[in-house]
């Protein structure tokens, strides 16, 4: 039998964090919450891949449980970007040459945790075709008797956004909660995003991102996306009908 540290890899898994630079405890605090977030992506993926096929084997209870759980790991992942905030000042200046052009947007899991997520968005280091949750849900409320085209206009849109307020209003079970479990998903990401602009604002101000891009200015672009705009819609009209 595999004691602790041999089943947990520990000798190997705790000789992965090499600092390069002077600012040595500033810089292993940063690589192990990196670490750290690429594990829980690793986690994420395995949940939203079963997730996907629950759905596409018309389990609605088991993907509310994978997806609760890619939630709870979100709630960690944002959660410990105050170990990033709380860096020491000029400690990520010091730091900062040993990195290069690292940047966390090269980081293929997260591309590959949005793939899985939607069909709508794809970045040069996600998978060209997965199997999304988005469709895989579209397509389980089409098997349960909801209208969802596949379509791409404006006006396919405008129909599945009426689809899910009727989910809303006649299902109120797991067809309802797995919306809503979807949404904390979407909801979690841009949370994600936004604490980690503000964690690069403490840090880097208005300079140059690691990765040659515009540094803030480049990660606040990006908290206007959204996995489900239509489930963003949908709920917003549905709230807009209930009496106060």
Same mark, same amino acid.
């Given at each position: 039998? @595999?004691? %602790?540290?041999?089943? =947990?890899?520990?000798?190997? =898994?705790?000789?992965?964090?090499?600092?390069?630079?002077?600012?040595?405890?500033?810089?292993? @605090?940063?690589?192990?919450?990196? #670490?750290? /977030?690429?594990?829980?992506?690793?986690?994420?993926?395995?949940?939203?891949?079963?997730?996907?096929?629950?759905?596409?084997?018309?389990?609605?209870?088991?993907?509310?449980? /994978?997806?609760?759980?890619?939630?709870?790991? *979100?709630?960690?992942?944002?959660?410990?970007?105050?170990?990033?905030?709380?860096?020491?000042?000029?400690?990520?200046?010091?730091?900062?040459?040993? $990195?290069?052009?690292?940047? &966390?947007?090269?980081?293929?899991?997260?591309?590959?945790?949005?793939?899985?997520?939607?069909?709508?968005?794809?970045?040069? #280091?996600?998978?060209?075709?997965?199997?999304?949750?988005?469709?895989?849900? /579209?397509?389980? $409320?089409?098997? &349960?008797?909801?209208?969802?085209? &596949? *379509?791409?206009? *404006?006006?396919?849109? #405008?129909?599945?956004?009426?689809?899910?307020?009727?989910? %809303?209003?006649?299902?109120?079970?797991?067809?309802?909660?797995? /919306?809503?479990?979807?949404?904390?998903?979407?909801?979690?990401?841009?949370?994600?995003?936004?604490?980690?602009?503000?964690?690069?604002?403490?840090?880097?101000?208005?300079?140059?991102?690691?990765?040659?891009?515009?540094?803030?200015? %480049? $990660? #606040?672009?990006?908290?206007?996306?959204?996995? %489900?705009?239509? $489930?963003?819609? &949908?709920?917003?009209?549905?709230?807009?009908?209930?009496?106060?």
């Amino acid at each position: 039998m @595999a004691g %602790y540290s041999e089943y =947990l890899k520990l000798d190997e =898994l705790l000789t992965l964090q090499q600092p390069r630079s002077r600012s040595g405890r500033t810089e292993l @605090a940063f690589i192990l919450v990196h #670490q750290v /977030c690429e594990l829980w992506f690793k986690l994420m993926i395995t949940d939203l891949g079963l997730a996907i096929g629950a759905l596409d084997e018309d389990d609605p209870a088991t993907a509310l449980r /994978c997806l609760r759980r890619v939630h709870e790991v *979100e709630r960690l992942l944002i959660e410990q970007l105050i170990l990033i905030d709380h860096l020491e000042p000029g400690g990520f200046a010091d730091m900062r040459p040993a $990195l290069g052009t690292a940047s &966390a947007a090269e980081s293929q899991q997260f591309a590959t945790i949005v793939a899985l997520s939607t069909s709508t968005r794809r970045t040069p #280091q996600a998978p060209k075709r997965v199997r999304d949750l988005w469709s895989a849900f /579209c397509d389980h $409320l089409e098997r &349960a008797g909801f209208d969802m085209p &596949a *379509e791409t206009s *404006e006006a396919a849109g #405008q129909h599945r956004m009426s689809t899910v307020v009727r989910v %809303y209003r006649e299902e109120r079970g797991l067809l309802a909660e797995l /919306c809503e479990a979807l949404l904390d998903h979407d909801h979690a990401l841009v949370t994600w995003r936004h604490r980690h602009v503000l964690a690069a604002a403490r840090h880097i101000g208005e300079n140059p991102g690691t990765g040659g891009t515009d540094g803030v200015a %480049y $990660l #606040q672009r990006s908290l206007s996306r959204r996995l %489900y705009p239509e $489930l963003w819609s &949908a709920r917003t009209s549905f709230e807009a009908t209930v009496p106060v």
